[in-house]
């Protein structure tokens, strides 16, 4: 297996898109999206070393866990057959075995060839159980097991990775949150003066403890006013709100994390959360594979679509 997708470093570049004439307030975002097609934004940086360690402990087979719509399976799969692993996907809701094939998640990770093992939501609640590993590895032998949304201790070194130092006059960096790794990683990367925030795309404040596992600073906060109802949930405001956002921008946001992320920074902006004269800069941590599968579902409860 020759070395392709991670073999170097990919610095993204940063695109200014508002500027706040009175307060003097400028946001740009950094284009994480464009890194690869498939394996873009967050997902790359949490691979890159996670598929290095595959190879040096010369594993063969990545295996994973995702939902219906899982950016993450999208990922390993399209990664996996870049890189010459074959892929397993252990995948919530039993029910989605029939629909494979009309899935636009699961129909495209099954053409980079990922084999599909589809269990119940009960069952999915033990991933992290070392029995029920071991029951995996029973069933299909020895794999590089990657954690769902692929936060791990690797993941987060790869993360780090994602700032450089050209964003060091940045006040602010923002960043969607949905186990916390990646806002880990931008935590440990950052500079004191320097204050992360991580827009939480779950229900709660439980991530707070998640992130405290992997974070070596203290200069962060945990955003959880713009979730829209929890995760995978969203209204007529956010399409309208990312729609816009494109058509101005040139830039498309996906509904389960940028799009709740900026619209929770220009929110802040207006009620004055950050100080006057203050640089933000705004992770685009990808995700775009997830606009077709919520545009299925909209189409089918006759809301507006995202475009």
Known sequence: MSLNLFSSN??????????????????SIKREDLIHPFVSGNKYRKLKYNVLQAREENKTTLLTFG???SNHIAAVASAGKAEGFN?????????????????????FAKSCGMTFNFISRKDYRHKSNPNFISNLKDRFGDFYLIPEGGTNNLAIKGCQEILNEKDSK???????????????????????????????????????????????????????????????????S?????????????IPLDPIYTGKMMFGIFDLIKKGYFKPNSKILAIHTGGLQGIEGMNAKLKKQNKPLIL
Request: charged letters at 25%.
């Open 10 to 27: 990919f610095l993204s570049d940063n695109q200014h898109v508002w500027l706040d004439d009175k307060k003097n307030i400028e946001l």
């Open 67 to 69: 939902g219906a719509f």
């Open 87 to 107: 892929t397993i996907g252990i995948i919530r809701g039993e029910e989605l075995k029939d629909k494979v094939d009309t899935n636009p998640t699961l129909s």
């Open 170 to 236: 940045f006040d602010y960096i923002c960043c969607a949150v949905g186990t916390g790794g990646t806002v880990s990683g931008i935590i440990n990367a950052s500079k004191s003066n320097q204050k992360v925030l991580g827009f939480s795309s779950l229900k709660g404040d439980f991530l707070n403890k998640d992130i405290s596992k992997f974070a070596t600073s203290t200069n962060w906060e945990l955003i959880t006013d713009y979730h829209f109802g929890g995760y995978g949930k969203i209204n007529d």
């Open 238 to 250: 956010l399409i309208t709100f990312i729609n816009k956002f494109k058509s101005e921008n040139k």
